[in-house]
């Protein structure tokens, strides 16, 4: 229906994904670094290139990309988590600030007491000594009263490395994004050294930080919180204003597919984010809808078969699905003729049918006036899931999860 080609350039098997800040911080389904930057640099659009837009910007990967190549870009996110990440990884923090508040940390670090902790208050986080000891909290609390004491400008820098921290030193099992608690016998011998881990998360991104730099000291990137499926500011993207989009969007509703919100919970209750407690259901897909409102030949097929075998599951990927044509018109109306679209995607399994959602992408831009270039199949090597799952949850029947990405490239010629 729409041409694919399996290119083993793009598994990029042995690419070091972690270069400049896209070390800082992890991040369910992360775009690697090196698949933005081929696509900026293979399907630039004819004439300018001022502008990239990321709708889901996520870790931010894109707009680092575009600043390295000192390209404009704007991203928006429903997940404060990814809309900080992607605003520290896009700062040019000055080295010498932060080697300060490095030498300013480790020094108060050194002199700790718990009874220096000035916030004990922890219930902000849903059942807080269910997922932490009590020395890890006040711990993290330290290192956030401490952070608080720097220079404002450097603050973000480290609240950073603290997010990362919150997670790994709770009782959740790290390995994968949901919320599973370690077994009783796993937290009688988990003992983390919560400074240590912090101080590390710090070098590590200071590494990053210094690599960054060295391309530039203009802060190019601009992240918002609009909700693309509404609507598009017009004061921050007007029509036709953009030259390239850059994505990779959702593969479905964060509570059946990849688990943003769980994930993202740990730093979005600490830093009491908002929504922290409810952001799957504001995320594409979380609202159930029961009418389709789009039309589609490229997936009716799979639809029909998915309805037939389970309502409740047909209704949570038309639910997605109409989010996601949402925003596909909405995001084309600002994208310049003669522009670029380039769509990271992934096509997943309900009741171990294969939904093709990079043909879905594809027929929906070409609905919105574009053209299907070629969709180039990848390879997702290291995946952070298990390579088979149960999605009818009978025990012993399982299904391969996802292997391949599809990069879908289209042309805006209306």
Known sequence: MYNRVIDNYW?????????????????????????????????????????IFDPYVGSGTTLVESSIKGIHSIGTDLNPLARFMSRVKNRHFNIDDINAGIAYITASIMIYNPVDVINTDFSRIYNYDFWYSRDSLYKLSYLNQIILELKPEIQDFFLLCLSETVREVSYTRNSEFKRYRM?????????????????????RNLNGLESFNSTGTTDLASVYDFNTSSVIPSEILPLNSVDMIVTSPPYGDSHTTVAYGQ????????????????????????????????????ICDELNEIQHLDSKRYYEVISFLNDYWKSIKNIATVVRKGGRACYVVGNRRVKSIQISLDFFTAEMFEKCGFRHETTIIREIPNKRMPLKNSPSNITG????????????ILTKIK
């Open 397 to 408: 029947e399982t299904a391969a999860t996802m292997t391949n990405e599809y990069i879908v």
């Open 263 to 298: 994930f993202s919970r740990w730093a979005n209750e600490w830093f009491n984010f908002e929504n922290a407690k409810s952001l799957d259901r504001i995320l594409m897909g979380g609202t159930i809808s029961r009418i389709p409102q789009f039309t589609t030949k490229s």
């Open 11 to 51: 598994n990029f098997r042995t690419a070091d994904t972690k270069e400049f800040t896209h070390c800082y911080h992890t991040y369910p389904a992360m775009m690697i670094p090196q698949i933005a930057r081929k696509l900026i640099e293979d399907f630039a659009p004819e004439g300018n290139l001022n502008v």
């Open 183 to 203: 077994s009783d016998k796993q937290i009688s011998k988990f003992n983390p050294d919560v400074f240590c881990t912090f101080e590390k998360k710090i070098q």
